[in-house]
């Protein structure tokens, strides 16, 4: 059984979807967990709700485009628990969609400075104190859409392919350091991201991704925890700069 017992885990985008799906997966094995995100009532709130059953967590506002306020989440996290085992850099945002002759500097830079700049951000500060810890594991959200192309959504793919450059050259960096870096691509999850997908008239677009997707279902955000939880555990001790596909086979073809 995967136990982070004297652990701590720091997640960002706690407050919703994936990210409070890991959060509470990790607090259940046993973890103090952080939840990060850019709604800090939202984050507090799911925190308060894991220490009212029992397990150790504290939530508040980290916006992760924001240095000064990554810096400030891990210092919070190390001198709140003690120390930061494992991170799950999972805030993100979705891009508008409109076809890349179509799209603005605007779009680029929004959409950047939170999936990709966010994920950097928050890996410098994370790798820092693991640096000095001598230990650490983290995962970085990335999506199917770091694996291939997608019309009309070429700013986000974009940031999720960069977001496995980072990864990989992270781990390659930290390896023989004691410090873990993998990556996790969800297909698509059932998640208040793809509600409001849906409710911007992209319905279609997703029942098409369903009805290409082998097992014909979307996912569950406590299905992407699951592979964060293993990725992150002593499980998966030889197993870095890699990332794990939980898309219901959709890119296995
Ligand atoms: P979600 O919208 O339910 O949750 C995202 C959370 O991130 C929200 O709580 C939001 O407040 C937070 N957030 C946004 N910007 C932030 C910022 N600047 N700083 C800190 N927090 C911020 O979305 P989700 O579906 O759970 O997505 C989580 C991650 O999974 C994202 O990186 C997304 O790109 C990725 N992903 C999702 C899917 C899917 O189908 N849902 C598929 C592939 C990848």
Known sequence: K????????????AASGIGLATAKAFAQAGAAVV?????????????????????????????????GEVEAMVNKTVSTFGRLDVAFNNAGVQNVLAETA???PEDFDRVNAVNLRGVWACMKYELQHMRQQGSGAIVNCSSIG????GAERGIYH???????????????EYAARNIRVNAVCPGLIWTPMVEQMVATGQKEALD??????????????EEIADAVL??????????????ISVDGGLLMR
């Open 146 to 149: 770091g694996l291939v192309g």
């Open 208 to 221: 098409a991704m369903v009805k290409g997707t082998p097992m014909r279902r979307h996912g569950r955000p």
């Open 230 to 243: 293993w990725l992150c555990s002593s499980a998966a001790s030889y197993v870095t700069g890699q990332s």
């Open 102 to 104: 179509d799209t603005t």
């Open 35 to 67: 939840l990060a995100d850019v709604n800090g009532d939202n984050a507090r709130a799911a925190a308060d709700e894991l220490v009212e059953a029992g397990y150790k967590a504290i939530g508040f506002r980290c916006n992760v485009a924001d240095l």
């Open 2 to 13: 995967i136990s982070f017992e004297n652990q701590v885990a720091l997640v960002t985008g």
């Open 158 to 172: 974009a940031a999720k392919h960069g977001v496995l450059g980072l990864t990989k050259s992270a781990a390659l």
